[in-house]
C-alpha cells in the first residue's frame, strides 16, 4: 500500500474481529514510531506493548471511548474489543516533557497499522494512574497516549462537512465529516 493510499484509508477503528495479532507486526509497530523525527534526534518515547488476553481485560476499563458519541453508542460490546494495545511513554530521565514530535511517532504507528490491514484507535482519554498501578510503571515514565489496535469489525467513512464536526454512528458505520481542501487553504501565493 503506497502513503498516499494508507493516509485516505486510516480511520479511528474502536471495533474489532477477535483475531490475534502477531507479536511481530506490534514489534514493527513500535519500529515505525522510533524512526520518527524527534527534535535534535533527543528519542525520549518508549512503548509497552499489551498483547496476553489477561493484561487487555486488566487495561480496557482504563480508557474512555468516544465521548462525542451517545452513551449507549459507547458501549463495547466484549466480542468486539482491542486485540492488542501499545502504551505509549515519554521517559523523563531522557527528556521532561513530550513535544509535538510525539503526534509523528503515533501516526507512524497508526499508518504502520493500516498497511498491515489493521484498525487503530488514539486514546488520551486514559486513566494514567491506574494503568501506572496495574502494570507497575516506573514513576519517570509520563505515560501519554494509548493505541488500541486489532483487524476492523467496523467502517468509518468520511463525509462532507456540514455545519458541524461532530462524528455520528449509524448502520455499524461511523460517519466523520471533514472540512473540504479549498475551505482550508488560506490562500495560494
Same mark, same amino acid.
Given at each position: 500500500?503506497?502513503?498516499?493510499? @494508507? ?15 502477531? /507479536?511481530? *507486526? ?15 534526534? &533527543? ?31 459507547? &458501549? ?25 514530535? &510525539? ?26 494512574? !491506574?494503568?501506572?498501578?496495574?502494570? /507497575? *510503571?516506573?514513576?519517570?515514565? @509520563? ?12 467502517? /468509518? ?20 465529516? !471533514? ?11
Amino acid at each position: 500500500m503506497n502513503v498516499e493510499k @494508507a493516509i485516505y484509508k486510516r480511520r479511528t477503528i474502536r471495533r474489532y474481529e477477535q483475531v490475534p495479532i502477531p /507479536s511481530e *507486526i506490534l514489534r514493527k509497530l513500535v519500529d515505525l514510531a522510533r524512526i520518527a523525527p524527534m527534535s535534535v534526534n &533527543i528519542q525520549y518515547l518508549e512503548y509497552i506493548i499489551i498483547n496476553t488476553s489477561q493484561n487487555r481485560e486488566r487495561l480496557f476499563p482504563c480508557l474512555t471511548w468516544s465521548s462525542l458519541l451517545l452513551p449507549a453508542e459507547r &458501549i463495547m460490546e466484549e466480542n468486539k474489543r482491542p486485540m492488542a494495545y501499545i502504551i505509549v511513554c515519554v521517559n523523563t530521565e531522557i527528556k521532561k516533557k513530550a513535544g509535538d514530535e &510525539i503526534g509523528a511517532a503515533i501516526q507512524n504507528m497508526l499508518l504502520g497499522a493500516t498497511s498491515f490491514g489493521l484498525g487503530a484507535c488514539w486514546l488520551g482519554s486514559i486513566d494514567k494512574k !491506574k494503568i501506572r498501578e496495574i502494570f /507497575s *510503571i516506573p514513576d519517570f515514565y @509520563a505515560i501519554s497516549y494509548v493505541i488500541s489496535l486489532g483487524f476492523p469489525a467496523e467502517e /468509518s467513512r468520511i463525509e462532507p462537512y456540514k455545519d458541524s464536526f461532530k462524528y455520528w454512528k449509524e448502520n455499524n458505520i461511523m460517519h466523520v465529516p !471533514k472540512r473540504e481542501l479549498y475551505d482550508i487553504i488560506i490562500k495560494e501565493i
